[in-house]
């Protein structure tokens, strides 16, 4: 079976949130095909997790050299987590930033 080639994306960076209030992504009333939402201490790391996503569902993601560029320019910088964990942390859940990747 032939990878899917990815002709067309968007990344969507939705900030900062806590598993249980993530509201999710999805592709209602778009021409994208699919969609894969990623979690991580920074922009950069939550995209990598849903390219590995995408990867999984059978797309290229090494087709598009314009995706690999525009995740790799994301933020690595994990400072805002931290300090929000040092504030507001219950010890029990951690916030995440969420990236969700569109395709075609």
């Not at 994306?9 to 993530?22: E, K, L, Q, R």
């Not at 797309?59 to 300090?83: F, M, R, Y």
Request: hydrophobic residues 35%; contains cysteine.
């Amino acid at each position: 079976m032939s990878r899917k080639t990815i002709t067309e994306y968007d990344i969507i960076t939705h900030g900062v949130d806590w598993p249980d209030y993530f509201p999710g992504c999805g592709l209602a009333f778009t021409n994208y095909d699919d969609v894969a939402t990623g979690i991580g201490n920074s922009e950069r790391e939550a995209a990598e997790d849903a390219l590995d996503q995408l990867a999984q569902a059978n797309w290229d993601t090494d087709s598009n050299p314009g995706l690999a560029a525009e995740v790799n320019a994301l933020s690595d910088d994990d400072e805002i987590i931290d300090e929000i964990i040092a504030e507001d942390n219950d010890g029990e859940d951690q916030p995440y930033v969420y990236v969700s990747i569109r395709v075609r």
